[in-house]
Antibody, heavy 121, light 110 residues
Framework: EVQLLESGGGLVQPGGSLRLSCAAS????????MNWVRQAPGKGLEWISG????????YYADSVKGRFTISRDNSKNTLYLQMNSLRAEDTAVYHC??????????????WGQGTLVTVSS | QSVLTQPPSASGTPGQRVTISCSGS????????VNWYQQFPGTAPKLLIY???QRPSGVPDRFSGSKSGTSASLAISGLQSEDEADYYC???????????FGGGTKLTVL
């Protein structure tokens, strides 16, 4: 059974940084793209970043480009999201989610339960 | 403003058939598969339909998807109270080089 467990969320001040982690199990991690998708309180889903299975290709939404960095450690079956220059509008639940192939072009399944990031002074 | 356009709400009575539309453009729905996700309050989204019209194992055949040109739709037949949830369409966008989602449709079973 595929399991995705996010950690690292919390309260951070505007302009601050945070690193999210996602521990994956139940599948051959390096064979699959991974994604981060967030959901602001009461709002819809927003894909923010994806990474290929090897980690050699990364993709970002314009809303986070230049501020967030996605990475992975295939030896540890772990996905990361380094978030810098955080803004109030980054407040959301951040979900780690598995892609269906080596690149994040296709369906996202399954999703982790998410970790809450709150940006506030 | 979401790249894919969905109606914010839909409703139906038990047993009815409801459809939820998803409108995009040539760079997303027009050239890539559409996927649909179901989300209950306080839970993670779940894949409901993939590659336009395929159901993952365990998804009832009451749920079906279709795509034509730059639009897609999700149909739910034999509506049940447990279908009350938020539904999102999504596709890869070749211009944005990323996944794009619809704004979501809240389905109410009256």
């Amino acid at each position: 059974e595929v399991q995705l467990l996010e950690s690292g969320g919390g309260l951070v001040q505007p302009g601050g940084s945070l690193r999210l982690s996602c521990a994956a199990s139940g599948f051959t991690f390096s064979n699959y793209a991974m994604n981060w998708v967030r959901q602001a309180p009461g709002k819809g889903l927003e894909w923010i970043s994806g990474i290929s299975g090897s980690g050699g290709s990364t993709y970002y939404a314009d809303s986070v480009k230049g501020r967030f960095t996605i990475s992975r450690d295939n030896s540890k079956n772990t996905l990361y999201l380094q978030m810098n220059s955080l803004r109030a509008e980054d407040t959301a639940v951040y979900h780690c989610a598995k892609g269906s192939g080596n690149y994040p072009y296709n369906r996202i399944d399954p999703w982790g339960q998410g970790t809450l990031v709150t940006v506030s002074s | 403003q979401s790249v894919l356009t969905q109606p914010p709400s839909a409703s139906g009575t038990p047993g009815q058939r409801v459809t939820i539309s998803c409108s995009g453009s040539s760079s997303n729905i027009g050239s890539n598969p559409v996927n649909w996700y179901q989300q209950f309050p306080g839970t993670a989204p779940k894949l409901l339909i993939y590659t336009n019209n395929q159901r993952p194992s365990g998804v009832p055949d009451r749920f079906s998807g279709s795509k034509s040109g730059t639009s897609a739709s999700l149909a739910i037949s034999g509506l049940q109270s447990e279908d009350e949830a938020d539904y999102y369409c999504a596709a890869w966008d070749d211009s944005l080089n990323g996944q794009v989602f619809g704004g979501g449709t809240k389905l109410t079973v009256l």
